[in-house]
């Protein structure tokens, strides 16, 4: 074993110093190769941060509907008829497809003036039922969200995002306050935050029975989501299907007709987008890896020159009672140290430049956050050290196996 031999360790220094060169050259080969893998796993990765960031707010699992207009004929009826939801296509969704989490949206148009005292804006009413929670991924902080009974009795109720809370309760706890929206009193029943876009904060939710009676809609809906009991594209694809041809029944469309409702399955998308970085990712794997093995040729053709260099004092110490192990241990040494000493730069370089680039460039839906798993990169180093050693080892061992009289003699 090489071991903690301090004299072994110091002639190994000596024999760096000695041959800068040499040892520049297999520390640069080492480095490239941990901070390229470094640089291109945190490039992958970010790219995965930005994909699951581009689909924090809404859930991944969710089926979103709007009602459009007919672009086939079908039945007699003319092109371009509206077709428009109700509460009954909303019941008949939630009642005939294996569904999860069910909401609907009754959209009063546009931002409605809301007021406290003194204090007012204008924000975007969603009218919505309780299963939105788990569609939007919004987090309550304080108080509690919608629930069915405030749908049954068409509470004056509201949940206000923290943003509308800044605004209208400055230092303020609105817990039980009353708001005013649009000449309609609403007591304040909840406060989320939402890890959506910019603006979903400034969001308040209303019982989507009490905004219909407030604004006239009568039963009428604009849109109906939901999420599906799967992680399969397949089996969401099915279920899309379904409930293309239930609406299709309901309002006497052609179930081919793309236009007369919307479907934005969000599930697909996301699979979609999730493969093709997968697809990035082994990419980058393989780039990574063909450095890395790069590395080790380049490493190995050096342990080999090295060697063949210092047949001579191989030659010289067994002449002076060198046993051919401790000819071996002292190759290995030398290796061990430069590619250990060079992968560890490479990686602080490689860590130091995601950091850098983390700071400096904007995150977006794209790319944000660039990182490594460590553990990966020091997996890679070691490899890296042992294929440095094992290249320098079969060389060593056949040096120090030749006679003292024919490696003083070689040139």
């Known amino acids: 074993m090489i071991g903690l ?26 480095v490239w190769g941990i901070f390229m893998l470094v640089v291109l796993l ?3 990765n970010g790219l995965r941060n930005g994909v699951v960031h581009m689909f924090r707010d809404d859930a991944v699992n969710s089926i979103w509907i709007w009602p459009g207009r007919t672009s086939m004929p079908y039945r007699g009826h003319p ?5 428009r939801f109700t509460n009954d296509d909303y019941d008949a969704v939630k009642k ?9 949206r009754f959209l009063p148009g546009g931002e409605v003036t809301v007021a406290y005292r003194q204090q007012h804006a204008a924000f975007e009413i969603r009218s919505v039922h ?8 919004t987090l309550i902080t304080a108080g509690r969200f919608l629930n069915d009974l405030d749908l049954a009795e068409r509470r004056k109720v509201a949940v206000i995002g923290v943003e509308v809370v800044d605004m209208l309760f400055p230092g303020q706890d609105p817990l039980g306050l009353r708001i005013n929206i649009g000449g309609l009193s609403h007591q304040v029943i909840g406060v989320f935050q939402d890890k959506g876009a910019e603006g979903e904060a400034r969001k308040i939710y209303v019982p989507i029975s009490t905004a219909q009676l407030a604004w006239s809609g009568g039963q009428r809906i604009n849109l109906i989501m939901f999420t599906v009991k799967t992680n399969d594209i397949a089996e969401a694809q099915l279920i899309e299907r379904e409930v293309r041809a239930l609406l299709a029944r309901r309002h006497d469309f052609s179930p081919d007709d793309k236009e007369a409702v919307f479907v934005r399955n969000n599930l697909e998308s996301f699979k979609r987008v999730s493969g093709v970085i997968d697809g990035i990712g082994a990419f980058i794997w393989l780039i990574g890896l063909g ?5 080790i040729v380049g490493v190995s053709n050096i342990m080999l020159i090295s060697v063949r260099e210092r047949t001579r004092e191989i030659g010289l110490r067994k002449a002076l009672g060198a046993t051919p192990g401790s000819i071996v241990r002292l190759v290995l040494a030398e290796a061990i140290l430069l590619t250990s000493a060079a992968g560890y730069f490479g990686l602080l370089l490689g860590i130091g430049l995601l950091e850098a680039a983390a700071k400096l460039i904007p995150p977006t839906d794209y790319f944000r956050s660039p990182e490594v798993d460590v553990r990966l990169v020091v997996m890679a180093t070691a490899l890296l050290v042992a294929c440095g050693a094992l290249a320098g080892f079969f060389p060593a061992r056949r040096a120090s196996r030749v006679s003292p009289v024919v490696a003083l003699r070689d040139e």
């Not at 092109?79 to 077709?83: K, N, S, T, V, W």
């Not at 309780?130 to 991924?137: A, F, M, T, V």
Request: charge should be neutral; proline fraction near 5%.
């Open 79 to 83: 092109l371009g008829r509206p077709i």
């Open 130 to 137: 309780p299963g939105h929670l788990h569609l939007e991924n």
């Open 291 to 295: 450095t890395i093995v790069a590395s």
């Open 5 to 30: 031999d301090i004299d072994r360790w110091q002639e190994v220094l000596d024999t760096v110093r000695r041959n800068k060169l040499r040892a520049a050259l297999t520390s640069l080969a080492v």
């Open 42 to 44: 945190g490039a992958g």
């Open 96 to 104: 005939n497809i294996p569904v999860e989490h069910t909401t609907a």
